[in-house]
């Protein structure tokens, strides 16, 4: 029986730990034929943006872009849900020809009038980048006449990666930084930043840092709020996760403001625990803030330390395979499963760069496989040469699992359970052990199943 072959363009993309020396190309964009699991630019900067409940979203463009919207990645909201409605202009063919801007402007004044938005971002997609309407002067007048911020995200799909969509977002939330008033923040003040609140996660982590003392500006962006945004640069500390969509900002804001940022995952319990003491350890003039950090870790894990040795029982020896979208996460998702004494044989991300897998490739065990930017023939391939009993991914991965026979867990922003913090480390440990040992996988085709009949089709 054959090996599934890969495309030899893709070779220096895939690393298998070992003796050889690490030379891994990353942080490019993805190769024609190769069908990336990446997204467009457009889909990065929605990602950032959406979960903002109380702004307008406006796709210019064709109608099918205005189908990646809030029920693809449900981000939840304490109050306004404007973020869950899809508008777009739905460009035609003629508009594509004589232009959208006078479309553009009469949407965003409709819009402003009937939902009354705190502010409103248009997302440029990619045929505005080639008709070339002149998106910022609509928004510029739409903005003095309406007396809210209109914001154009320059989002035009082709033109990189999902990555350049998380810059293209940040560049937009930067102009509404710093317009709002801090005379009422106080000095123990932070921001959550790449938290996009999936399943409540953002409601779980502002409360471990209000009982640490800590006062939560804003959220960038799960239930976020124009108001918050407006004034979060009255923060003493910028607290960044999923630091590859929300990284950017991070930066701006120190520049601009001198507001000093740190690095954080809330995923498993040795990196959950390592952010709440980085936060406290920032604040070291106040000696309450730390005490009281450590009485919330001690008392977090005890309470489900018991029943995270059961599952570890039950799931030692198992194989898993990790891809997701930054690699940042991938660190965390490492640590996280080796707790519950699994093993991760294959591990990769969308967006990582090659400091990112440096430090993954120093994580991982001998003989694991390291991919950038993989495709399903990639994943399914090593999926099934290194006997991986579950796949840890999002909504594109799960297919390839269950095809092959896989168990699977839902680690991206379509997942309805939360999997940030302690609680979420008991979800997870949940998720992963109904679905390893569900009894469901004795009636489906097994991966040599999968290797048959891709060789007798290669035949053909």
Not at 119 to 129: E, K, L, P, Q, S
Request: hydrophobic share 40%; proline share 3%; aromatic share 10%.
């Amino acid at each position: 029986m054959t090996n599934i072959p890969i495309l030899k363009e893709r070779e220096k993309y895939i690393y298998c730990k070992g003796k050889e020396e690490f030379d891994f190309t990353c942080d490019t964009k993805s190769l024609a034929g190769s069908v990336s699991q990446r997204a467009c630019v457009f889909c990065g900067s929605r990602v950032v943006l959406y979960p903002i409940a109380d702004a307008l979203h406006l796709i210019h463009g064709p109608i099918g872009c205005a189908s990646y919207t809030w029920d693809i990645r449900g981000a939840l909201s304490s109050g306004p849900e404007l973020h869950r409605m899809s508008f777009s202009t739905d460009l035609r063919e003629r508009d594509i020809i004589f232009g959208g801007e006078k479309k553009l402007y009469a949407s965003l004044v409709q819009l402003i009038d009937t939902y009354r938005p705190n502010a409103a971002f248009v997302y440029c997609t990619c045929i505005i980048g080639i008709i070339g309407d002149d998106v910022d002067s609509v928004c510029k007048r739409v903005t003095e006449e309406k007396g809210i911020p209109v914001l154009p995200v320059h989002s035009e799909g082709f033109k990189g990666t999902k990555k350049d969509g998380y810059k293209a977002a940040c560049e937009s939330l930067s102009m509404l930084v710093g317009t709002g008033s801090v005379e009422d923040i106080g000095r123990y003040a932070i921001n959550i930043m790449g938290e996009f609140n999936i399943a409540g996660e953002a409601w779980t982590i502002k409360e471990y840092y209000e009982n640490m003392g800590l006062e939560v500006v804003a959220v960038f962006t799960g239930d976020g709020r124009v108001k918050n945004i407006k004034r979060s640069h009255g923060a003493s500390l910028n607290v960044v996760q999923c630091s590859g969509s929300i990284l950017r900002l991070a930066q701006i804001m120190e520049e601009k403001y001198g507001i000093p940022y740190i690095r954080v995952s809330y995923f498993g319990i040795e990196d959950m625990s390592k952010a709440l003491y980085d936060v406290a350890a920032h604040f070291k003039d106040n000696l309450g803030i730390m005490k009281k950090t450590k009485e919330i870790v001690r008392n977090e894990i005890d309470a489900i330390y018991p029943d995270l040795l059961r599952y570890k029982k039950a799931l030692s020896g198992r194989k898993a395979a990790i891809y997701v979208g930054g690699a940042f996460k991938a660190f965390s998702m490492i640590k996280a499963l080796r707790s519950l004494g699994i093993d991760v044989v294959l591990a990769g991300s969308q967006t990582g760069n090659k400091d990112d897998y440096e430090v993954l490739r120093d994580m991982c065990d001998e003989g694991t496989v390291i991919l950038d930017d993989a495709n399903p023939l990639e994943l399914s391939k090593y999926c099934i040469e290194k006997g991986a009993d579950l796949f840890v991914g999002g909504v594109k991965e799960r297919p390839i699992a269950y095809k092959l026979g896989i168990a699977f867990c839902d680690h991206n922003h379509e997942r309805k359970i939360s999997l940030a913090g302690y609680s979420g480390m008991i979800n997870l440990a949940k998720e992963i052990y109904s679905s390893v040992l569900s009894p469901v996988w004795k009636f489906v085709p097994s991966k040599n199943d999968f290797l048959k009949k891709h060789d007798t089709e290669m035949m053909k």
